[in-house]
């Protein structure tokens, strides 16, 4: 066998593995008698099919396989044992000649891989990235009480429609009439509210059910119909308001601090509004520290100035993606790629170089994270440790692509608390409106 590695371009190297029959000969010979074994053809009892029928029969296909997949065992020894750092993966060369399996015993695989870059960064108190807090203005505050007041408030009965009223009705168009039909302005748009507002109850209106009720399934419902009788409808009716009820913000009195925070850790309003901000900040921050981590990974991007092998990556995506992409849409998108695949290749550097590393515990816990916020989504604030755990496990981190979102999340935040630590970190309060700016620029 004979190994010899090439200059093909500026961080792309080649390397040709020369194999005999010498190198392959021994796994041609086992894996066509495991062919022999398994072998059945009319005529010949199972294990007793002579070898010559089964060289003549698999013999080019077992040569080529097993000659290709000695050379590039050999090429990956060869990097591990050169300390070659390399990019992505080994891929055929472009060079590569063609190959007479039939008369030949002696190959010259030819492979290609992109050489990493060398990192260098000596990072310092004088290097300097700013963290924009967003402060909580009384908008914001005003909101998140509101909602959060909303879900311990009470509908009660109001004269009539001003904005985002629940209605009790009457249908009827001659054939079919519903009493006590649900409409809910809240989920309607201003244009969509306006023939309601001012109306109080007994006003009767001509309505459209099929522009009342947008989706089908909502309009079976308020009809009480299936979904399969709504063509034989007639869409226009009287609709009449027989109730108007709001929401109303609950009592700030002990029952409702007692409901809304069992644990007594809040018991009056001005504790309550310490509460909403907290909350809010607790949002705030998790918008402030993915924007940080937008603006750190950009300095260490311009500051290491990687130098990659661009013509090589381009290959590299083309051939691993087995042809699913062309080469003008790899190109197209091809920058956006580069600065992920730097960003990564950063990440793994400050991994190995202080260490980091994420246990299981801490998967575990993120996976929770991830399916408590999963949960709230579907109507369930408050899901049981158990159920979470047990979702996280069987559901998040049992599924590898979900599994690999967490554990690269984790690394990526144990990178960027680690660079934190060895620069200087200059916190700035902005407005929303400028954060927006900030965010959508980068």
Do not use: C
Request: glycine fraction near 4%; hydrophobic fraction near 40%.
């Amino acid at each position: 066998m004979e190994i010899k590695r090439t200059q093909k371009e500026e961080q792309t190297s080649l390397i040709s593995v020369k194999v005999g029959e010498k190198d392959y000969g021994e796994a041609v010979e086992k894996s066509l008698r495991d062919y022999r074994r398994k072998a059945n053809i009319p005529g010949f009892r199972p294990g007793m099919v002579p070898m010559g029928i089964i060289k003549k029969m698999y013999g080019k296909g077992v040569v080529a396989e097993q000659s290709y997949r000695t050379a590039s065992n050999a090429v990956f020894e060869y990097l591990q044992k050169e300390n070659i750092d390399y990019l992505g993966d080994v891929i055929p060369a472009e060079e590569q000649g063609a190959f007479d399996f039939d008369n030949d015993t002696e190959f010259e695989y030819m492979f290609e891989i992109g050489e990493a870059p060398k990192i260098n960064l000596a990072l310092s108190a004088k290097d300097k990235v700013t963290y924009h807090r967003i402060k909580i203005d009384k908008q914001m505050h005003d909101n998140y009480r509101s909602n959060f007041l909303r879900r311990y408030g009470r509908l009660v009965d109001v004269e009539k429609v001003a904005d985002d009223e629940a209605l009790t009705v009457t249908l009827d168009n001659g054939e079919l009439r519903v009493e006590d039909a649900y409409v809910g302005l809240i989920s309607m748009n201003d244009e969509e509210r306006k023939p309601f507002k001012g109306k109080k109850v007994g006003a009767k209106m001509k309505v459209d059910i099929n522009e009342l009720y947008k989706n089908p399934a909502q309009r079976a419902a308020a009809l009480q119909l299936k979904e399969n009788e709504l063509a034989e409808v007639k869409p226009e009716f009287s609709l009449e308001i027989t109730k108007i009820r709001k929401f109303a913000d609950p009592e700030l009195n002990e029952e409702f601090f007692k409901t809304a925070f069992p644990q007594g850790n809040v018991t009056d309003e001005a504790g309550l509004d310490a509460f909403v901000d907290t909350e809010i900040g607790k949002e705030l921050s998790r918008e402030s520290d993915y924007l940080f981590t937008l603006q750190l990974r950009d300095f260490l991007l311009k500051k290491a100035d990687l130098k990659m092998p661009a013509a090589f990556l381009k290959r590299w995506l083309y051939v691993i993606n087995e042809e699913k992409f062309s080469k003008e849409e790899i190109e197209k998108d091809f920058d956006q790629f580069l600065k992920m695949f730097s960003w990564n290749f950063i990440q793994k550097h400050f991994i190995k170089e202080d260490n980091l590393t994420v246990t299981a515990d801490e998967a575990l816990a993120e996976a929770k994270a991830f399916a408590a916020a999963q949960f709230a989504q579907y109507g369930m604030p408050a899901a049981p440790d158990e159920m979470l755990e047990n979702f996280a496990k069987q559901q998040i981190l049992a599924n590898k692509e979900q599994s690999q979102k967490i554990y690269e999340k984790l690394y990526e935040t144990k990178v960027v608390e680690d660079v934190k630590g060895k620069i200087k970190v200059t916190e700035k309060a902005v407005s929303a409106d400028e954060f927006a700016k900030l965010a959508k620029e980068i």
